[in-house]
């Protein structure tokens, strides 16, 4: 199934630049920090999922680079900006090799069916 989004020709030309831009330098940071790094956390201050999915990483001994933008009453439209670019609702947002995989509840299943030690190896 593929995410619905819509296309830029229904998007009026005059607010296409604005969406375009809308927080890119967020975007960017994150699209650099999952090619620089095998595994990413991107996640917020105070989130108790974001700590559970650091801790399962540590523990599995797996290095991860870690994005916090804010709390949950800070930086709240830099986050939104990423839900909109990756479609995915909560945080935190995990990547490896580059792929969003999910979040805390996706990761805990790759560590324990042995597909995240499968995905660092390729």
């Known amino acids: ?61 797996v290095a991860h680079e870690y994005i916090e933008f804010g709390s949950y009453f800070s930086q709240w ?10 479609g995915w609702p909560t945080f935190p947002m995990i990547f490896v090799r580059g792929t969003l995989v999910g979040g805390a509840d996706d990761l805990r299943r790759l560590i324990d069916n042995g597909e995240l030690k499968t995905l660092l190896q390729a």
């Open 1 to 61: 199934m593929i995410r619905p989004v819509l296309a830029e020709s229904a998007i009026h030309p005059g607010i296409r630049p604005f969406i375009a831009q809308w927080h890119g330098a967020v975007v960017a940071q994150v699209q650099t920090a999952i090619a620089q790094h095998p595994v990413v956390v991107v996640g917020l201050s105070g989130n108790p999922f974001v700590a559970k999915a650091r801790k399962a990483l540590t523990v599995a001994g």
């Open 77 to 86: 439209r830099l986050r939104n900006a990423l839900k909109m670019w990756t």
